[in-house]
């Protein structure tokens, strides 16, 4: 039967993704991605201070709560020619990492993990052999029979209760599940856990920032002044007096903080988060030969040690592979016509040109012109458009971006500690190194990555600690902080390794306002529809060819989907300058 | 499904002592503001509940609302939903996709009708129903068709309380708070951009224990978590009575921690517990950390004024933004003002936090 299988929502993830499949028997002929959500910041962000503009850029994302932030401040630093101070950068690279760390191990444990470990079959473990299990992958502290034996209590009571909330309605008991019960239930306890270690380490935002999800950024440096001030004169005996408070957030106490935050972003990844993701890949090995997609990857690099503008020093490397090609790195130009250029052919936009023609974000144009079948509807008509996403190209080719792209560039450029991993990873698993080309292998990628940053951490730690030792507390320059100092017209690009990968913002400056903003974020380049040519993005291409063992149950759609961790608010946000001509808003 | 436990029962199980037990009804009482009578009431009507059923709808939003419900200390997420609540649906968090996802709704929504509490985060765009859909479904008819037999409404976050950042001018997709089309229901407003944390679950509490809503403001808000300005309650506010100013970022005064009203902050006018609560487990709040606050939980504020525009200087129009806006925001602050005092004794209470580490182990 050749059925088309909808799954709408994709759940665990961020934003609203529905996949379509056409299947030919039980396997997927071709796949079909659609973000099912527009907002339309980009219009919103025209006419807006430049220097206000982070904030809402930021609001695209709540999950990758920094990197539209970060991505926003470097476009207009970029259009004005403003350098920041070393220690801003250090701070920034510092957030960043943390985002990553952060990210990473959420999305293992609270959005893919259900897809290979079974929560009901938890409840047959043996806790004795559950630790046995977990003290042979690491020495992580809470590894003990009775620690393991509340969690099964715990989990038990819960499935009792007879309300089963998020787990109600999943797959459990598909034998698509492998692990062991013991595995399964390790993997719940450290969910759990997870959840409070999480909810932790995010106060090395908060330090910095003021807040997390949605911190506080600067064009020109970073908000948080250093404070070595040990008194803060103004704090008298009011209602707020704690104790120990400086006279702002980044003392000597909220260093010691940062540092605690690093030991302990480290501790779990070494000790949790990278056995745990080995130790089920062991039970998952079919899934390294399957789910790969384009075999293109595209990055643009992060985590400068000297400026923005000398990419030699990004501890990140930016390039392009293709094919699998890991001999020849093509460099990538983002300012530069005819290199990054985005598709609608498939979208719901118009182009003034046509529908046919790709377009350069500097002169980036689109306009809402939703023609999709009207809600409630069963199924989208896959030959018009179908997509609230664009569909980027570098020079006309789609790529898959994020941690694979990123480990694989690192692997191309000889980086010891990545090759190191790899080759620990593969070894474990006795799998070849085209594994990594796979659904599998890009979970994988997520997690040795993770190790990576969190390693490079302290290091930038350290480094501001001795700025500000050495007397160099500047966190600001305030050079061209006053639009008088701007030129009239000017332009610029924002662009960074987000956590799902190469994120750019484009800024257009006239008079002291945004004349146009236009971002292409990760989740398009992975998750967009067809181009004009009928080329798949990533997403599409890594679903064709997979095996559903039950329609019903598409597990296997999800597994890989996952693995590219989904940001859909991300992908769909753009909007064109001139959209609102063709766009009749109804107002209640 | 089998017999549904009580709350009573669940934690009995679990081993939390009576004294523990007590422990937090009455940190829940403090959290309300409530007198400490009231912790007996709450533990008896506790005690009796089965876990509620919760079903949280997202539209046009970003999930920063629940990455923040995600951090909250007190109670913790997985307190809340392996013990506290039955979390039915939520596109973040839940196992099932697709189809199973959308039964899980139906059935939650058909088995707990008149009971369950319906979150909303995000905004619901009019401009056409296409905008945004979940399996087909525009966000409206999702919304309304939930509504219909909810107990109550929450709607968490600035986006689905007032409309947020979609409605940003020129709102390019027609974008209305939850208000705007729920007119038979109390609509609960928790906005911020994110709330904080604990003020999400905290209502969530109030709404578990009591079985109704908190007393609310004239914006729909808990007057507990948002009855004080930020100024009145910022550790600065010294600097600002005697006119210590920072003039520019990094400078003296901004090392020193003066008050940052000069560059823009928009605590005078922004009601909400940043100042008291702080964040992430009272770790810092923006203006701790040396940025103005932007005013995120206020009606529209992305179109009062530039966010480093000092509130004393004339605000810079965008040509799409309405003026009445801006003058509506300023009133309904100057009316809050008057009902702070009354509440900063109660303000206090709210941040003495037990954390439910604490609580798990009865003592």
């Given at each position: 039967?050749?059925?088309?299988?909808?799954?709408?929502?994709?759940?665990?993830?961020?934003?609203?993704?529905?996949?379509?499949?056409?299947?030919?028997?039980?396997?997927?002929?071709?796949?079909?991605?659609?973000?099912?959500?527009?907002?339309?910041?980009?219009?919103?962000?025209?006419?807006?201070?430049?220097?206000?503009?982070?904030?809402?850029?930021?609001?695209?994302?709540?999950?990758?709560?920094?990197?539209?932030?970060?991505?926003?401040?470097?476009?207009?630093?970029?259009?004005?020619?403003?350098?920041?101070?070393?220690?801003?950068?250090?701070?920034?690279?510092?957030?960043?990492?943390?985002?990553?760390?952060?990210?990473?191990?959420?999305?293992?444990?609270?959005?893919?993990?259900?897809?290979?470990?079974?929560?009901?079959?938890?409840?047959?473990?043996?806790?004795?052999?559950?630790?046995?299990?977990?003290?042979?992958?690491?020495?992580?502290?809470?590894?003990?029979?009775?620690?393991?034996?509340?969690?099964?209590?715990?989990?038990?009571?819960?499935?009792?209760?007879?309300?089963?909330?998020?787990?109600?309605?999943?797959?459990?008991?598909?034998?698509?599940?492998?692990?062991?019960?013991?595995?399964?239930?390790?993997?719940?306890?450290?969910?759990?856990?997870?959840?409070?270690?999480?909810?932790?380490?995010?106060?090395?935002?908060?330090?910095?920032?003021?807040?997390?999800?949605?911190?506080?950024?600067?064009?020109?440096?970073?908000?948080?002044?250093?404070?070595?001030?040990?008194?803060?004169?103004?704090?008298?005996?009011?209602?707020?007096?704690?104790?120990?408070?400086?006279?702002?957030?980044?003392?000597?106490?909220?260093?010691?903080?940062?540092?605690?935050?690093?030991?302990?972003?480290?501790?779990?990844?070494?000790?949790?988060?990278?056995?745990?993701?080995?130790?089920?890949?062991?039970?998952?090995?079919?899934?390294?030969?399957?789910?790969?997609?384009?075999?293109?990857?595209?990055?643009?690099?992060?985590?400068?040690?000297?400026?923005?503008?000398?990419?030699?020093?990004?501890?990140?490397?930016?390039?392009?592979?293709?094919?699998?090609?890991?001999?020849?790195?093509?460099?990538?130009?983002?300012?530069?016509?005819?290199?990054?250029?985005?598709?609608?052919?498939?979208?719901?936009?118009?182009?003034?040109?046509?529908?046919?023609?790709?377009?350069?974000?500097?002169?980036?144009?689109?306009?809402?012109?939703?023609?999709?079948?009207?809600?409630?509807?069963?199924?989208?008509?896959?030959?018009?458009?179908?997509?609230?996403?664009?569909?980027?190209?570098?020079?006309?080719?789609?790529?898959?971006?994020?941690?694979?792209a990123r480990v694989l560039m690192l692997y191309a450029k000889g980086h010891e500690q990545t090759k190191e991993l790899v080759g620990m990873a593969?070894?474990?698993?006795?799998?070849?190194?085209?594994?990594?080309?796979?659904?599998?292998?890009?979970?994988?990628?997520?997690?040795?990555?993770?190790?990576?940053?969190?390693?490079?951490?302290?290091?930038?730690?350290?480094?501001?600690?001795?700025?500000?030792?050495?007397?160099?507390?500047?966190?600001?320059?305030?050079?061209?902080?006053?639009?008088?100092?701007?030129?009239?017209?000017?332009?610029?690009?924002?662009?960074?390794?987000?956590?799902?990968?190469?994120?750019?913002?484009?800024?257009?400056?006239?008079?002291?306002?945004?004349?146009?903003?236009?971002?292409?974020?990760?989740?398009?380049?992975?998750?967009?529809?067809?181009?004009?040519?009928?080329?798949?993005?990533?997403?599409?291409?890594?679903?064709?060819?997979?095996?559903?063992?039950?329609?019903?149950?598409?597990?296997?759609?999800?597994?890989?989907?996952?693995?590219?961790?989904?940001?859909?608010?991300?992908?769909?946000?753009?909007?064109?300058?001139?959209?609102?001509?063709?766009?009749?808003?109804?107002?209640? | 499904?089998?017999?549904?436990?009580?709350?009573?029962?669940?934690?009995?199980?679990?081993?939390?002592?009576?004294?523990?037990?007590?422990?937090?009804?009455?940190?829940?009482?403090?959290?309300?503001?409530?007198?400490?009578?009231?912790?007996?009431?709450?533990?008896?009507?506790?005690?009796?509940?089965?876990?509620?059923?919760?079903?949280?709808?997202?539209?046009?939003?970003?999930?920063?609302?629940?990455?923040?419900?995600?951090?909250?200390?007190?109670?913790?997420?997985?307190?809340?939903?392996?013990?506290?609540?039955?979390?039915?649906?939520?596109?973040?968090?839940?196992?099932?996709?697709?189809?199973?996802?959308?039964?899980?709704?139906?059935?939650?929504?058909?088995?707990?009708?008149?009971?369950?509490?319906?979150?909303?985060?995000?905004?619901?765009?009019?401009?056409?129903?296409?905008?945004?859909?979940?399996?087909?479904?525009?966000?409206?008819?999702?919304?309304?068709?939930?509504?219909?037999?909810?107990?109550?409404?929450?709607?968490?976050?600035?986006?689905?309380?007032?409309?947020?950042?979609?409605?940003?001018?020129?709102?390019?997709?027609?974008?209305?708070?939850?208000?705007?089309?729920?007119?038979?229901?109390?609509?609960?407003?928790?906005?911020?951009?994110?709330?904080?944390?604990?003020?999400?679950?905290?209502?969530?509490?109030?709404?578990?224990?009591?079985?109704?809503?908190?007393e609310l403001d004239h914006l729909g808000r808990p007057r507990v978590f948002y009855g004080e300005s930020i100024h009145d309650r910022c550790y600065?506010?010294?600097?600002?009575?005697?006119?210590?100013?920072?003039?520019?970022?990094?400078?003296?005064?901004?090392?020193?921690?003066?008050?940052?009203?000069?560059?823009?902050?928009?605590?005078?006018?922004?009601?909400?517990?940043?100042?008291?609560?702080?964040?992430?487990?009272?770790?810092?709040?923006?203006?701790?950390?040396?940025?103005?606050?932007?005013?995120?939980?206020?009606?529209?504020?992305?179109?009062?004024?530039?966010?480093?525009?000092?509130?004393?200087?004339?605000?810079?129009?965008?040509?799409?933004?309405?003026?009445?806006?801006?003058?509506?925001?300023?009133?309904?602050?100057?009316?809050?003002?008057?009902?702070?005092?009354?509440?900063?004794?109660?303000?206090?209470?709210?941040?003495?936090?037990?954390?439910?580490?604490?609580?798990?182990?009865?003592?």
């Amino acid at each position: 039967m050749n059925e088309r299988i909808v799954v709408d929502p994709i759940t665990r993830i961020e934003g609203h993704l529905r996949i379509e499949a056409q299947m030919n028997g039980n396997s997927i002929e071709q796949a079909y991605s659609s973000g099912t959500m527009v907002r339309g910041l980009e219009i919103i962000l025209r006419e807006r201070d430049p220097r206000d503009a982070w904030a809402f850029a930021q609001r695209i994302c709540g999950v990758c709560t920094l990197v539209h932030g970060i991505a926003s401040v470097r476009a207009a630093e970029d259009a004005l020619n403003y350098p920041v101070p070393p220690n801003a950068q250090l701070i920034r690279n510092l957030m960043i990492a943390a985002q990553y760390v952060h990210d990473h191990v959420m999305h293992f444990y609270h959005l893919h993990a259900l897809d290979w470990v079974d929560v009901v079959s938890a409840l047959k473990a043996d806790p004795k052999a559950t630790a046995e299990l977990a003290q042979g992958l690491s020495r992580y502290p809470k590894s003990s029979p009775g620690h393991f034996a509340d969690v099964k209590k715990r989990l038990a009571g819960f499935v009792d209760s007879g309300q089963l909330g998020i787990f109600a309605n999943a797959y459990w008991g598909h034998p698509a599940y492998k692990l062991p019960p013991e595995a399964n239930l390790m993997a719940v306890a450290h969910y759990l856990e997870a959840l409070a270690w999480q909810r932790d380490v995010v106060k090395l935002h908060t330090i910095f920032g003021g807040k997390n999800p949605h911190p506080m950024f600067l064009v020109g440096g970073v908000p948080c002044a250093i404070s070595i001030d040990p008194q803060h004169g103004g704090r008298g005996h009011g209602p707020m007096y704690r104790g120990g408070d400086g006279a702002t957030a980044l003392n000597i106490v909220g260093l010691q903080q940062v540092q605690g935050v690093i030991a302990q972003m480290r501790d779990f990844v070494d000790q949790v988060y990278v056995p745990d993701t080995l130790a089920i890949a062991g039970f998952y090995k079919d899934w390294a030969s399957q789910g790969e997609g384009l075999g293109n990857f595209l990055c643009y690099g992060d985590f400068p040690s000297k400026g923005m503008d000398d990419p030699s020093s990004f501890f990140l490397p930016g390039g392009v592979i293709l094919g699998r090609d890991l001999g020849t790195i093509h460099p990538v130009d983002l300012d530069k016509d005819g290199e990054i250029e985005e598709f609608v052919a498939h979208s719901w936009y118009h182009y003034t040109g046509g529908k046919e023609k790709g377009l350069h974000p500097y002169k980036g144009e689109t306009a809402l012109a939703y023609d999709g079948p009207k809600p409630p509807f069963k199924q989208l008509d896959i030959d018009k458009s179908y997509s609230w996403m664009k569909s980027p190209r570098w020079k006309g080719k789609p790529m898959e971006v994020g941690p694979l792209a990123r480990v694989l560039m690192l692997y191309a450029k000889g980086h010891e500690q990545t090759k190191e991993l790899v080759g620990m990873a593969l070894k474990k698993l006795d799998l070849p190194l085209t594994a990594l080309y796979s659904t599998l292998g890009r979970t994988a990628a997520r997690t040795l990555e993770t190790r990576i940053i969190v390693d490079a951490m302290q290091g930038w730690y350290d480094q501001l600690i001795a700025n500000i030792r050495a007397g160099d507390l500047r966190t600001f320059n305030s050079d061209k902080w006053e639009p008088s100092t701007w030129p009239k017209q000017c332009q610029g690009v924002g662009f960074m390794e987000a956590p799902r990968g190469g994120l750019a913002h484009w800024m257009v400056i006239e008079n002291e306002r945004i004349s146009n903003y236009q971002a292409i974020v990760p989740s398009t380049w992975n998750a967009g529809p067809r181009d004009s040519q009928g080329i798949s993005g990533a997403y599409e291409a890594a679903l064709k060819g997979h095996v559903l063992h039950d329609a019903k149950q598409p597990i296997e759609i999800l597994r890989t989907i996952h693995s590219f961790d989904p940001c859909i608010a991300c992908a769909v946000h753009v909007m064109d300058p001139n959209g609102e001509e063709l766009v009749e808003v109804k107002m209640l | 499904m089998n017999t549904v436990e009580t709350l009573g029962e669940i934690l009995r199980r679990r081993g939390v002592s009576r004294r523990g037990f007590m422990k937090y009804c009455a940190t829940t009482a403090s959290l309300m503001a409530l007198p400490p009578a009231m912790a007996e009431t709450i533990a008896a009507r506790l005690e009796k509940a089965s876990r509620p059923s919760v079903i949280w709808l997202s539209f046009q939003e970003c999930t920063g609302c629940t990455e923040s419900m995600t951090r909250s200390h007190t109670p913790t997420l997985e307190g809340l939903i392996l013990e506290t609540v039955s979390l039915d649906y939520h596109h973040t968090l839940q196992a099932a996709s697709g189809e199973g996802a959308e039964q899980a709704r139906e059935q939650a929504m058909t088995a707990n009708a008149g009971k369950y509490l319906l979150v909303v985060d995000g905004s619901i765009p009019m401009g056409d129903p296409g905008y945004s859909t979940i399996a087909g479904m525009s966000n409206v008819d999702m919304l309304l068709d939930a509504a219909k037999n909810a107990a109550a409404v929450i709607a968490v976050g600035s986006c689905a309380a007032f409309g947020g950042i979609p409605k940003a001018a020129p709102n390019p997709t027609g974008a209305v708070a939850v208000s705007s089309l729920v007119k038979d229901k109390p609509v609960i407003n928790v906005p911020g951009c994110p709330p904080i944390p604990v003020v999400i679950t905290g209502v969530l509490a109030h709404f578990l224990t009591f079985g109704g809503l908190p007393e609310l403001d004239h914006l729909g808000r808990p007057r507990v978590f948002y009855g004080e300005s930020i100024h009145d309650r910022c550790y600065r506010r010294p600097f600002y009575d005697r006119g210590l100013f920072a003039e520019t970022f990094d400078d003296e005064g901004a090392r020193k921690g003066w008050c940052l009203f000069k560059l823009g902050c928009k605590g005078p006018v922004t009601y909400n517990a940043c100042a008291t609560t702080k964040w992430n487990q009272g770790t810092s709040f923006p203006i701790q950390s040396g940025h103005g606050c932007i005013g995120c939980s206020e009606p529209d504020f992305w179109d009062l004024g530039g966010f480093y525009q000092a509130l004393s200087m004339p605000t810079q129009k965008l040509g799409k933004v309405a003026g009445a806006a801006i003058a509506g925001g300023t009133i309904a602050g100057i009316a809050m003002a008057a009902h702070n005092r009354s509440m900063k004794a109660s303000a206090k209470q709210s941040h003495e936090r037990v954390s439910t580490d604490e609580l798990e182990k009865g003592e």
